[in-house]
Every structure is written in C-alpha cells, then in structure tokens.
C-alpha cells in the first residue's frame, strides 16, 4: 500500500512511525512532515491546508490511504473533498469534525442529550454575554466558539477578567471569526484526562486513557501550550471511570451525532473533567491528540493500518486493540520562549546516543535538516517517548534520554508524569488503610 500522512507534528511522526511498521504498507508520503518523519517517509513541499495540491498528489501516485493529522484541514472539508474524489482517506467529514470546530455545537449536542458537561451558554450579542457573566460570577471559562489554535479558552478568576476576556474575542476580535460567538461557562475543578477512541460512527474502539500537560511551566503553571508532555495510562480512569466514561459520554456522543445526521468516523478525543466519580466534558477533538498520541501509539500492538481501514468501512466490531500493559511517558522538549517567540535553527545534539536506546522513541515536532545536522525549526521540537515497566520507570527513562539530548534554548517540563506517581501513591495509602480496617472489623 502507499499511505499519504498529513502534517508536521509529533502526532504525524508518530502516524508514519506506526504506519511504517505495518508489513502491507511499502510505501509512505507525509506532507509537509519533518526532519524525523524524511527518515521514514518521502516528505512533500505541499501545506497540509492545500487540498486541491494534495488531491492531486493522491491522484497522481494512487495513494491507497490518506491519514490526517490536525483539525485544519479537516475543518476544511479534505475527508469530503477526497472522499469526492474516491480517494480513501481517514479522518472526520466536514459535519462531524462541527464537534471540534465548534464549541457552542458541542455544547448544543451535550446539553440536548444529556451528557454530562460544564453548565453554560452561547451567546452571538456582546452585551447579552457580558450580563450573564455578572449575573453568574467568577470563576468563569470564556471559550470562542471557532478554532483559534488551543489560545480561544480563557479560564477566569475575577468577572473583570471575564469581561476582558470577552473584549478580547468579541470587540479586539483577536481570534478572527472564531469569536463570532462564545461560550460562557461554569469553571470545573477536578483532574483533566483525555480518552480517545477509533470510532465508525456505531462501534468504538477505545485506546487506554491519557493526561496531557497543557501549562507551560511545572506544577501546571503559566501559559497554556499544545502539550508540553503526556503519560499513559492515567491512574485516574480506573476501570469504573473507564466503564462510566463509555458508557455516560462516548457511546451516547457517537449515538448523538449520527441521530443529528453527522455520523462520526476518525478518532474522537474527549477531553474530560473528572472529580471524585463524577467525569464531564470540557471539550471534544475531531483527531488524535498531540503529544497523547505518541505514549498511545508507543502501547499500541496491532497493526494501525487494518484499524484505520476499518474505521472508514465500518467494520471496527470485528477489530480488538492489543495494548502493551507497560505506561508510556513522553516529555516534551521545546524551544525557550515557547508557546511565545523563540529562536529557529539550533543545532540539536544527542539523538544519535537515544537512538541505541531500548524501549525510547524521539518524534520529531519542530525540527528541520539542515546538511547532515538536525536544527531546531518551531515551538515544540521533540517528543521523547518511553516505555517502562511502571509509570516510575517509564518516567526515569525518558529523562535520562532527555539529559542526553540538548541545543541552545532548549526548555521541558521537569514534571511529566507526577500527578500519575501522586496518584498512584494516594491510592495505596487508601487500599492500605482500608486493609487495616477490615482487619480491625
Ligand atoms: P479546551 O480547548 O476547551 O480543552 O480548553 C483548554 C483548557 O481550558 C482545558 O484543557 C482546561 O484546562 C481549560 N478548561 C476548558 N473548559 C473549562 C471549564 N469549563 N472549567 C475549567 N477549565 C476549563
Ligand atoms: N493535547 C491536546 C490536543 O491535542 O488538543
């Protein structure tokens, strides 16, 4: 098979590494890719936003199956359009990517079905949203409806910051036509994880949980980031929350869409508020996360491609995903000034010493080639990835790579990971105190 990927990211590097893996696969184009991803696959100088240039790259070599990694072409109809074309392709159509791409639908489809979520409201008129922010009170989470690149949510402390968090998208118009509309919303408070699952539009197939790291600084401090590190699993979804999680928000969403004529196809990642047992949706994404899809990805034993072909025919009830019981951990190494300005063109050195490591993957994010030496080319440059026996060692592992790579700038979390080992710690003390207790009875 020739399989096409879409995208340049840690999440694209880690599509092609898998698809490569694949023995029906002999050939792989990625457009436009990265420094890593040109190891296994022919990168093309063509935009992922480009359709009309990739359909007729498609056309041209007779890719057999298209892969899309972000939410912008995908918003921009490239399932429909190639799909028009009779060109297979993986992802969500224009209708169902609506989940992502819009935060009041989202909404509109939460609340009309009843699954759990933040209590809130769309509004269209500035005025309207700015008196039901003081009739509510702070904290308040002001979100722009469209996609503004993961900077449209405002989480406030203060209803003055509220209001200006609300100028900002609605009057500054910041965030273009994304704040055509918003969504004001109740603060949850709780852990965040993230639950991805293939999905047909009637059968799911869920992928083990997830938690990202969105803040820029440790202990969830400053800035939000596309993702500065993820684990998994995540201690927090057990096996009851995983049931629940199925079965109060997965199951009902798929039955959801394809009731409002959207039937969904691709993967969905719910990103979820879980508190004690209660679990609501903060929001939803039309595609595989990034950097969750590179521990995700790292436990994944099947061959991806048969699942993705299943995913586009329907047939995902008779597929079963093989997991690797070990966690995965990936910390992400990024440029310094990150997520705001930084320096391109860095030298980086130490993945050749990485890259005898057992168990450890680096997918590649901003990275670009220049003669034989890897120079640091965006934001988010590398995802170091790990496996390991426990979340501890896979934590251990993947900063002991991480010490041996380096470039000037260069930033990471030095906490990926710990909520995982916090957790994990309280439950025992909990398992051992309730021991202690039946022993008394
Ligand atoms: P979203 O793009 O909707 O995932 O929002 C980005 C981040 O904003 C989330 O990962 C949360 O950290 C935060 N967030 C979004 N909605 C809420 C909410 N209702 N309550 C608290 N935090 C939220
Ligand atoms: N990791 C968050 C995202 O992919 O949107």
């Not at 880690?14 to 890593?36: D, E, M």
């Not at 190639?82 to 609506?98: D, M, P, S, T, Y």
């Amino acid at each position: 098979m020739k399989i096409l990927v879409i995208g340049s990211g840690g999440r694209e590097h880690t599509l092609v590494w898998k698809i490569a893996q694949s023995p029906r696969v002999k050939k792989i184009y990625c457009a436009p890719g990265n420094a890593g991803i040109a190891d296994l696959a022919t990168c093309l100088p063509i935009k992922s936003g480009d359709i009309n240039k990739l359909i007729e790259f498609a056309k041209k070599e007779k890719i057999d199956l298209t892969v899309v990694g972000p939410e912008d072409p995908l918003c921009k109809g490239i399932v429909d359009l190639f799909e028009k074309q009779g060109l297979k392709i993986f992802g969500a159509n224009q209708r169902a990517v609506e989940i992502e791409a819009s935060k009041s639908f989202a909404k509109y489809l939460l609340n009309k079905y009843g699954i759990n979520t933040a209590a809130g409201e769309t509004f269209t008129s500035y005025k309207k949203a700015e008196n039901y922010i003081r009739k509510t009170g702070a904290p308040v989470v002001v979100k722009a409806d469209g996609l503004a690149a993961g900077k449209g949510v405002i989480v406030c402390e203060t209803v003055s910051k509220a209001i200006d968090a609300l100028k900002l998208i609605m009057k500054k118009r910041s965030f273009g036509d994304a704040g055509d509309k918003v969504v004001v919303e109740e603060c949850l408070t709780g852990e965040e994880a993230s639950f991805l699952a293939f999905t047909d539009g009637k059968n799911l197939l869920p992928l083990p949980s997830s938690q990202d790291h969105k803040a820029i600084y440790d202990n969830d401090r400053g800035p939000n980031t596309g993702g500065m590190g993820a684990y998994s699993s995540a201690p927090i979804i057990d096996r009851y929350m995983h049931k629940k999680i199925m079965e109060e928000i997965m199951i009902p969403t798929i039955q959801a869409m394809a009731n409002e004529g959207r039937p969904y196809k691709g993967v969905l990642y719910a990103g979820l508020m879980i508190d004690k047992d209660k679990v609501k949706v903060l929001e939803f994404n039309a595609r595989f996360g990034d950097p969750e899809t590179q521990p995700l990805l790292m436990r994944m034993k099947n061959d991806i491609v048969p699942i993705m072909e299943a995913t586009i025919e329907g047939t995902l009830d008779k597929c079963k995903l093989e997991i690797d019981d070990r966690a995965a951990v990936c910390v992400v190494m990024a440029s310094k000034g990150y997520p705001g300005s930084y320096k391109k063109g860095m030298p980086v050195s130490g993945l050749k010493d990485v890259k005898k490591m057992k168990d450890v993957v680096v997918f590649h994010a901003g990275t670009d080639k220049k003669g034989k030496t890897i120079v640091t080319n965006g934001g988010r440059v590398l995802g170091v990835t790990a496996l390991g026996d426990s979340i501890k060692k896979a934590i251990s592992r993947a900063y002991l790579s991480v010490s041996r790579i380096t470039w000037d700038g260069v930033y990471y979390r030095k906490d990926i990971g710990q909520k995982a080992l916090k957790r994990i710690e309280l439950s025992a003390k909990v398992e051992e105190k309730a021991s202690g207790l039946q022993g008394q009875i």
